[in-house]
């Protein structure tokens, strides 16, 4: 039985970006994502309201992006991985 693993390599930016105590987790816009997946995603993964939910795909709508979360560098990456397996364009700020 093989085990594989996915090595990631990161840049010295990156780490000392990693090192501040907060983090936001950033939703842009984009032309693929229906306003009911982006509502979805919300509530699903970020426990929000379908009320919340609404005015972060709203403000991403009419902005261009959103903060919809904030923590740990290490936690914003474990949500951003998850956001992005769902289609949505997300950064960690």
């Known amino acids: 039985m093989s085990t594989e693993t996915k090595e990631e390599t990161f840049t010295l930016e990156e780490i000392l970006t990693s090192l501040k105590t907060v983090h936001r987790l950033i939703l842009w816009n984009d ?3 229906t306003f009911d997946h982006v509502i ?3 509530m699903k993964y970020l426990d929000y309201n ?3 939910s609404e005015k972060i ?3 991403v709508h009419n902005d261009g992006k959103c903060p919809v ?3 740990s560098f290490t936690e ?3 949500y951003r991985k998850i956001l992005q397996q769902e289609g949505l364009t997300v950064s960690v700020d």
Do not use: R
Request: charged fraction near 30%.
């Open 76 to 78: 914003m990456e474990v």
């Open 69 to 71: 979360l904030e923590g």
């Open 57 to 59: 795909a709203w403000k």
């Open 40 to 42: 979805y995603c919300m």
């Open 50 to 52: 379908e009320s919340q």
């Open 31 to 33: 032309d693929v994502n």
